[in-house]
């Protein structure tokens, strides 16, 4: 009887897997990512001034504008019986109707000689991204001196 010799197979090396393909899955996956995400517009940095710790004796040579934003996110301007209502909407980020409030305020103050001041009053029920659209709008017409209040008349 005759032996037969089994030979061994050459491949005593690792297997390898080819990781190419998997590296372009990753790109492509990064890239539809980046594609299909939302870019949320950048927020406007607004540098307020916060009250001074003494009052001053000093009056303004125009009344400081006051706005108020309800637990619903509408946005009024105004004190007492002159509040009037400008923005409504709380899921749209544009306040137009206040962009232009605020540019007439500021331009008018301005013109007089005096620095434009705004005091705001927020809701506890609001939510932040209302505030910050209300601060926004602030930045965009030039105003800084911004200070946060809970008195409502």
Do not use: W
Request: with cysteine.
């Amino acid at each position: 009887m005759a032996r037969h010799k089994k030979s061994k197979a050459e491949s005593d090396a690792e297997p390898e897997l080819d990781i190419s393909s998997l590296i372009d899955v990753c790109f492509l996956l990064l890239i539809y990512f980046l594609v299909t995400s939302t870019i949320t517009p950048r927020e406007t940095d607004l540098g307020m001034a916060l009250p001074a710790a003494a009052p001053s004796n000093e009056q303004p040579k125009i009344e400081p504008k006051f706005i108020r934003v309800d637990a619903a996110g509408i946005i009024y301007t105004g004190t007492g019986a002159g509040q009037q209502q400008l923005d409504s909407d709380a899921g749209d980020r544009n306040v137009p109707l206040l962009d232009s409030e605020l540019d007439l305020y500021s331009q008018a103050a301005r013109s007089a000689g005096s620095n434009p001041l705004v005091q705001v009053y927020v809701d506890p029920g609001a939510t932040q991204q209302r505030v910050i659209d209300v601060l926004n709008s602030l930045a965009g017409a030039g105003i800084t001196s911004v200070t946060f209040t809970d008195l409502v008349e």
